[in-house]
């Protein structure tokens, strides 16, 4: 991706055996991009992740699941925080091409977690750029989230029980319902 946005942007190619590639700067948002990235990447690669995985792997050996479930805690939290931190930075960015695209580009793997702040830079870009192809494609994707989000009713779904009979879920409302998806 390469966004022009009001500002020069020089592109180096070195596309010599052993070069150093390709090259973007003077874009204030590939700039944010590449920091974000960057970021994750070294979060998710920290010193302290790596030691974690170690112990993980050697808690697996002995099969202590008492400890794995410990190590995936302070795993998740870990990462959380890298993201959490990620959001922030993103919340405070103000309407960009860049969040845009990062959002879009699946950044963040528990979107749940991070469901508001889709909606707010939804209703930033909405404000800044409402003719924006891309953006009224991102505020369709984030309707759909809202459908979907935690909390919210199921979407209506018919599907066999286990005789062949179709049911509608809404038939069952006021139910424990388990829904089963497998796939060959």
Do not use: C
């Not at 099969?63 to 919340?91: C, F, G, P």
């Not at 091409?97 to 469901?115: C, E, H, K, P, T």
């Not at 909606?119 to 369709?140: G, I, M, R, T, Y």
């Amino acid at each position: 991706d390469l966004i022009l946005n009001q500002s020069d942007v020089v592109i180096d190619l070195d596309a010599r055996e052993g070069g150093t590639g390709l090259k973007i700067s003077g874009s204030p948002e590939m700039d944010l991009i590449r920091d974000v990235y960057n970021y994750a990447q070294e979060g998710q690669s920290s010193p302290a992740l790596n030691e974690l995985n170690e112990s993980y792997q050697l808690a697996g050996a002995k099969q202590d699941t008492a400890t794995m479930r410990k190590i995936e805690e302070q795993y998740a939290s870990a990462i959380n925080t890298v993201y959490d931190t990620i959001a922030l930075r993103l919340r405070n960015q103000g309407p960009s091409l860049a969040v845009l695209n990062l959002l879009q580009s699946g950044i963040f793997q528990d979107r749940d977690r991070y469901f508001d702040l889709y909606v707010h830079v939804a209703n930033e870009l909405n404000q800044k750029w409402p003719q924006l192809d891309l953006v009224k494609e991102f505020l369709k994707q984030v309707e759909t989230m809202k459908k979907l989000a935690v909390g919210q009713p199921a979407p209506e779904i018919a599907l066999p029980d286990p005789d062949g009979k179709i049911v509608a879920l809404s038939s069952l409302k006021g139910k424990y319902v388990l829904v089963d998806f497998w796939a060959k």
